[in-house]
T-cell receptor, first 113, second 118 residues
Framework: LAKTTQPISMDSYEGQEVNITCSHNNIATNDYITWYQQFPSQGPRFIIQGYKTKVTNEVASLFIPADRKSSTLSLPRVSLSDTAVYYCLVGDNTSGGSYIPTFGRGTSLIVHP | NAGVTQTPKFQVLKTGQSMTLQCAQDMNHEYMSWYRQDPGMGLRLIHYSVGAGITDQGEVPNGYNVSRSTTEDFPLRLLSAAPSQTSVYFC?????????????????FGPGTRLTVT
């Protein structure tokens, strides 16, 4: 059972706002939602995390509706350097019984000039 | 701080060979983990450790061993390499592991090791 569902790819243009939505219908009550960014040939990098409502930092905003079954990562005024894969994570149970955030396939964002 | 370092950056192995991928962090993080990433895929958790002396299996542990004798180091050992283990391997660390209340801490990733098994 997939924990999260995201669009496989998105295209945008420089200067536009980009919103990437992640569906997590089976999110647990105590789950946080975390987003990572990955550039080619690099490890992922933490962007933002939230539990409910809205969280904003210097890079992005995260919107989480009251039912928490989805979340939207908002990137204001993207530039070419925002071209990357974006992952939405919620927890998942491992074989060892622990609860670990799990990466899905992510959304490949391409920003055009 | 160097953050999370991984060696080697590239490695080619023949089927059946064994090797150890090294991972070290200088941030005094309790939690460390190993992921593999296959082309066009997300990251899959292999093993993780919540502290020195404590390790546990992730989603895809078969064919890999880990140990955590110090807080800083978390090596990943391939016992008998197979072509299916061709992948990019990432090590990550965070201040702590996920808490019982569901909070997770930011993970810092290393640059990765690109492994090819022929």
């Amino acid at each position: 059972l997939a924990k999260t569902t995201q669009p496989i790819s998105m295209d945008s243009y420089e200067g536009q706002e980009v919103n990437i939505t992640c569906s997590h219908n089976n999110i647990a009550t105590n789950d946080y939602i975390t987003w990572y960014q990955q550039f080619p040939s690099q490890g992922p990098r933490f962007i933002i995390q939230g539990y409910k409502t809205k969280v904003t930092n210097e890079v992005a905003s995260l919107f989480i509706p009251a039912d928490r079954k989805s979340s939207t990562l908002s990137l204001p005024r993207v530039s070419l350097s925002d071209t990357a894969v974006y992952y939405c994570l919620v927890g998942d149970n491992t074989s060892g019984g622990s609860y670990i955030p799990t990466f899905g396939r992510g959304t490949s964002l391409i920003v055009h000039p | 701080n160097a953050g999370v370092t991984q060696t080697p950056k590239f490695q080619v192995l023949k089927t059946g060979q064994s090797m150890t991928l090294q991972c070290a962090q200088d941030m005094n993080h309790e939690y460390m983990s190993w992921y593999r990433q296959d082309p066009g895929m997300g990251l899959r958790l292999i093993h993780y450790s919540v502290g020195a002396g404590i390790t546990d299996q992730g989603e895809v542990p078969n064919g890999y061993n880990v140990s955590r004798s110090t807080t800083e180091d978390f090596p990943l050992r391939l016992l008998s390499a197979a072509p299916s283990q061709t992948s990019v391997y990432f090590c990550a660390s965070s201040y702590k592991g996920p808490t019982a209340s569901g909070e997770v801490y930011e993970q810092y990733f290393g640059p990765g090791t690109r492994l090819t098994v022929t």
